[in-house]
């Protein structure tokens, strides 16, 4: 049922954007359930290339089973942050669609753990073969890590508050599930935003850590700069203000414009790699009246440039 529900953010917009050519070489580094995918592979010709990646094995399965018999498709199992390391991509891509953060169907499959609406085991992890649970990482790291996740990731205010709490209870038996979990932080904090939960900003921050979803934004972006083609064009959804941060600044970054501050001599700038295309975009109000769950999204688009 979770498939069902699952409807692609800005996917027109973000399609789009990649200004997508029929014998064109495109990688969707974050699968899915295919929305995005589906819509690049329609505009593609016979000739054309449609590389698709994610970390979540659920995911590659619907590709597999959605995808396997069409010879314009290769899928593969992994983090778009290693996008580069890939074969496929080494010829050079025409563009990359990233749409960033936990997926729809991740938060509506209780047993992932993503979500503190229903009880489940605390796992966190996109990629379920490998890595460190959020049971896992709560029960061993000390106090001043966990409230240090909790303030850069979740920027929740009373993060030292919270991991106190967390290291005090841990000590009578481990949290093993996200409603212990979501309980312990509501007792600890009280419900002090009206329409918000209180372990909101803690699991988004703990599933950031889990995942090391800022490290891999980072990454794939610097390994979608070296594969693209001049004017190959890179798409990217973000959900979080840190991420869209990164992206914002990544784009500036290569643009060939001189950074500084107004208290400090400018810095020599370095070669025009990137141009934006365009603003920033959001969703429109016809998008959050059918997908209220797009309403943090912010896409930015941009082209490689000689």
Known sequence: ?????????????????????????YLDGTFGRGGHARAVLSRLGPDGRLLLM?????????????FAGDPRVSIRHGNFADLAEWDETAPGLDG???????SSPQLDEAARGFSFMADAPLDMRMDTTQGESAAEFLARADEHEIADVLWTFGEERFSRKIAR????????????????????????????????????????????????????????????????????????????SLEDRAVKQ????????????????????????????GKARFPSDEELAVNPRARSAVLRVAEKLA
């Not at 027109?12 to 990649?18: I, N, P, R, S």
């Open 250 to 277: 990544f784009i500036r970054d290569h643009s060939g414009r001189v950074q500084g501050s107004r208290r400090g001599p400018p810095v020599a700038a370095k070669p025009a790699r990137l141009a934006a295309v």
């Open 165 to 240: 709490a967390i290291v005090a209870r841990r000590a009578e038996a481990p949290i093993a599930r996200t409603g212990e979990l979501a309980a312990l932080i509501e007792r600890t904090i009280g419900r002090r935003e009206p329409g918000k939960h209180p372990a909101t900003r803690s699991f988004q921050a703990l599933r950031i850590r889990v995942n090391g979803e800022l490290d891999a934004v980072q990454r794939g972006l610097d390994a979608a700069l070296e594969r693209l083609k001049v004017g190959g064009r890179l798409s990217v959804i973000s959900f979080h």
């Open 54 to 66: 994610d970390r979540d094995p659920t995911a590659i399965a619907t590709a597999r089973e959605a």
């Open 96 to 102: 990359v669609l990233l749409d960033l953060g936990v």
């Open 1 to 25: 049922m979770a498939e069902l529900r699952h409807i692609p953010v800005m996917l027109v917009e973000a399609v789009e954007g990649l200004a997508v050519q029929a014998g064109g070489r």
